[in-house]
């Protein structure tokens, strides 16, 4: 099942938009499957539980933080993570960039907009990013890349709604990109798109889509 699941999104996917298998709340079992189908960048929403996971898995397997991260916890994850996709405040940054130094690395980070109207989606504004992004303490962060931006649609069926909002970070992207990131080759990550509305972000501008449900099943 997740084999097949797998290869139809291989076969769907346009070659520029990268696959997150959101594996959340799934046994390393299924993350083995899907690792021996040739998946390698997995997806996770709780420290504790990628920790345990990353212990035991392959050591080839590109970790993303797609979840909600307190500056506690970031120094779990600093020693592997891959891409951290919810980068919502200035303080955040600042530790991931304490932490990254201590393990001797640089870590790619994505920031989180807010473009729904539900208020528990967490997200930066394009003001706030902005104020971020030209900040003296910003330009002393080397041990973080700013890789781009992630959105996560308002949870409906109305596909025009999410549609539009989508739309919206997409602009924020490209707002950045002009202002802030014109000659960083790096930057070049838009993460948006879930089971329910990937194509809508696909077609919309998505690099980056994060699917957990229709690779591995509904959760519990
Ligand atoms: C759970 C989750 C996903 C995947 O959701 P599905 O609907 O199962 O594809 C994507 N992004 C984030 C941030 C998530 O928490």
Redesign the pocket.
């Known amino acids: 099942m997740i084999a097949a699941n797998l290869d139809k999104f291989r076969k769907e996917l346009p070659k520029h938009v990268v696959l997150v298998a959101?594996s959340?709340t799934k046994p390393v079992e299924d993350l083995q499957q899907a690792f021996d189908a040739g998946q390698r960048i997995f997806?996770e929403?709780k420290v504790q539980e990628m920790l345990a996971k990353w212990e035991v898995l392959p050591k080839d397997i590109e970790w993303h933080f797609?979840?909600h991260l307190q500056r506690n916890k970031v120094k779990y994850l600093a020693p592997f993570v891959s891409l951290i996709?919810?980068v919502e405040s200035f303080r955040l940054l600042k530790e991931i960039n304490k932490q990254a130094l201590k393990s001797n690395r640089i870590i790619d980070v994505l920031l989180q907009f807010y473009i729904a109207d539900e208020e528990t989606k967490f997200g930066l504004t394009a003001k706030e990013a902005d104020f971020l992004l030209c900040s003296e303490e910003f330009k002393i962060l080397n041990n973080i890349r700013i890789r781009g931006v992630m959105g996560?649609a308002t949870f409906t069926k109305d596909q025009e709604k999410i549609k539009g909002e989508f739309q919206k970070l997409k602009k924020i992207y490209d707002a950045l990109e002009e202002n802030h990131f014109s000659s960083d080759r790096n930057f070049d990550i838009i993460s948006m798109g879930?089971?329910?509305d990937y194509k809508t972000a696909i077609d919309e501008g998505s690099t980056m889509v994060?699917?957990?449900?229709?690779i591995f099943g509904t959760?519990n």
């Not at 994060?210 to 229709?214: Q, T």
């Open positions: 959101v959340k997806g929403n797609i979840g996709h919810g996560m879930m089971s329910g994060r699917i957990g449900s229709s959760r």
